[in-house]
Each structure stands twice: as structure tokens, then as C-alpha cells.
């Protein structure tokens, strides 16, 4: 990365509309993520977060606007790109291996023609025992449960040593030990000086997880650190009027406390008020 590139933001994206048959997806969105931060992309369903992080990818073309990853193109800058999909979005009944799978992150830089090598499989044994799976190396990955499901993902990004992370729903139908070994992934990727951007749903955690927030619900909300951008004014502009956040009172610290008259406001973060770890059963933007 040359020295222009380095002092650019990790990720700037202007004026992005995304329409899928004439119906607006994202709305001149504006965003600037900072290298090193790792932030949440939150909103209700079909607010655009997965297609506000496949724009970024390039797998979107949007009607207007530009995005740019460290001040270029993303066709120039994808080799500093690590991207993690939803875990539906995968034919996981392929016949490959965990080691397969991981090993594709090498790609990039062998490309199509170049085999990998012995430096190859020791980047990706490595990978795969940092999600902790190394006894599952050689496992055809349908044999695999939901959450070493999304670990393998999470290792094939990491094996790419990116720049920038971009992850949708790397949470969702995982179990709390493998949540908050994924955290700890995420958060050790930080301390490195890597951006990590993830689409997530739960918002009690978003204060814990995370340093920065976007709130998006087709038109950015608010973006920025989340002791500034996540704020109860902000939550409501969201999700439009349905949240009460009450975790900032004056004798309440900063422990978020979620209210819901509504119960199906929950549905957001995949919990019910009253209810601890709900599986986040729903799909969607």
C-alpha cells in the first residue's frame, strides 16, 4: 500500500443509490469508515445493509454515486478486500473440504493458474486454528453444524490478510460460544490496524461489540463513533419510531436497555423483551 493509499479512509462511499426496479434500495448514501475501526451496520430489515456492503463489493451496480476503497477503485484495491457472506447464501451441500474452502482466500494472489503451495496450506492451517477447527481440516463442510459453518468463512477471510473486512451477518444462527469467539476475532483483527465492517441485528450488544456505528434505513442515518452516532434520537429516526433506548439515563451508565411495547420490535436484534439469546431466525437486509 503506497503512502496516498494509506492515509486515505479505509472505506468512502458518496453518493450511492442502489434501485432494484425502480424501487430505491439505498438513497444517496454518504460514509466515511476510518482504517482501524470496527463498526456495525444496523437498521431493520430491508433497510439495505446487505446491499450497501455488496455496492462496496462491487457486486451491485448502483444508479449513482462512487465508492472507494483507501482512495481507489475497488477494482484496483480487492486484493485488500476480505469479504464474508451470509451463511444462506452458500450451497454448503458442494463436495469440498474445510481446507479447500480456506485455502480459496489464497487465491488472490496465486490466481487461477498457480497451484497452491507448502506456504499456502501453512497460511491456511493456520487460519483454520485460529476459528479453532483444526480437528476439522479435512471435514466435507455439509458435515459441518451452522456456527464451524460461518467459522469456515471467517478463516478463508482471514487467510487473504486484508486490509479491509466486510462481513454480513457473520453472527446470525451461531451459538453465544462461538459469538464471542467470533468477537474476539474481530476485535484481535482491530488491534492489528484492520477495518471490519459487519452487518449485525442485535442492538444490545452494538455498545459492546463495537467502536462504530452506521444506522442506515435507505438513507444513512447517522454514522460515526458510537458513543456519538448511536443514540436514542437516532435509533428512532431508524427504525422509525419503534425503539425506546434507555440505557443512557443518568443512573443507568451506559448499558444499553432495550424497551418493547411492541414485541416485534425485537424481531430486529432476534430477541424478545423478557427473553435472553433468542435465535435470530430472520433473514432480509
Known amino acids: 500500500m503506497n503512502s496516498e493509499s494509506a492515509a486515505a479512509p479505509a472505506i468512502e462511499v458518496a453518493d450511492l443509490t442502489v434501485a432494484y426496479h425502480d424501487r430505491p434500495v439505498l438513497w444517496d448514501i454518504d460514509m466515511e469508515v476510518p482504517p482501524g475501526?470496527?463498526?456495525?451496520?444496523?437498521?431493520?430489515?430491508?433497510?439495505?445493509?446487505?446491499?450497501?456492503?455488496?455496492?462496496?463489493?462491487?457486486?451491485?451496480?448502483?444508479?449513482?454515486?462512487?465508492?472507494?476503497?483507501?482512495?481507489?477503485?475497488?477494482?484496483?484495491q480487492r486484493r485488500l478486500v476480505g469479504y464474508v457472506p451470509q451463511r444462506g447464501s452458500v450451497d454448503w451441500d458442494f463436495p469440498t473440504?474445510?481446507?479447500?474452502?480456506?485455502?480459496?482466500?489464497?487465491?488472490?494472489?496465486?490466481?487461477?493458474?498457480?497451484?497452491?503451495?507448502?506456504?499456502?496450506?501453512?497460511?491456511?492451517?493456520?487460519?483454520?486454528?485460529?476459528?479453532?477447527?483444526?480437528?476439522?481440516?479435512?471435514?466435507?463442510?455439509?458435515?459441518?453444524?451452522?456456527?464451524?459453518?460461518?467459522?469456515?468463512?471467517?478463516?478463508?477471510?482471514?487467510?487473504?490478510?486484508?486490509?479491509?473486512?466486510?462481513?454480513?451477518?457473520?453472527?446470525?444462527?451461531?451459538?453465544?460460544t462461538t459469538e464471542r469467539a467470533i468477537v474476539t476475532l474481530l476485535q484481535d483483527l482491530r488491534a492489528a490496524g484492520r477495518t471490519v465492517v459487519v452487518v449485525h441485528h442485535d442492538l444490545q450488544t452494538v455498545t459492546e461489540y463495537f467502536d462504530w456505528v452506521t444506522l442506515l434505513n435507505i438513507r444513512r442515518i447517522a454514522s460515526g463513533p458510537v458513543a456519538e452516532a448511536f443514540t436514542d434520537e437516532n435509533l428512532r429516526l431508524a427504525y422509525g419510531g419503534r425503539v425506546a433506548f434507555l440505557g443512557r439515563g443518568p443512573d443507568k451508565g451506559n448499558d444499553p436497555l432495550l424497551s418493547a411495547p411492541d414485541a416485534g420490535i425485537w424481531a430486529e436484534s432476534g430477541r424478545v423483551a423478557g427473553q435472553a439469546d433468542t435465535p435470530n431466525v430472520l433473514g432480509g437486509d
Open 37 to 76: 475501526v470496527l463498526m456495525a451496520v444496523v437498521g431493520p430489515n430491508g433497510a439495505g445493509k446487505t446491499t450497501l456492503i455488496k455496492s462496496i463489493l462491487g457486486l451491485v451496480k448502483p444508479a449513482a454515486g462512487s465508492v472507494k476503497i483507501r482512495g481507489r477503485d475497488y477494482a484496483e
Open 97 to 176: 473440504t474445510v481446507l479447500d474452502v480456506v485455502m480459496m482466500g489464497r487465491y488472490g494472489d496465486l490466481g487461477w493458474v498457480r497451484r497452491p503451495g507448502r506456504r499456502e496450506r501453512a497460511l491456511a492451517f493456520e487460519a483454520i486454528d485460529k476459528v479453532a477447527l483444526g480437528k476439522f481440516a479435512d471435514r466435507q463442510i455439509s458435515q459441518l453444524s451452522g456456527g464451524q459453518q460461518q467459522r469456515v468463512f471467517l478463516a478463508r477471510a482471514l487467510v487473504q490478510d486484508a486490509d479491509v473486512y466486510l462481513m454480513d451477518e457473520p453472527f446470525q444462527g451461531v451459538d453465544a
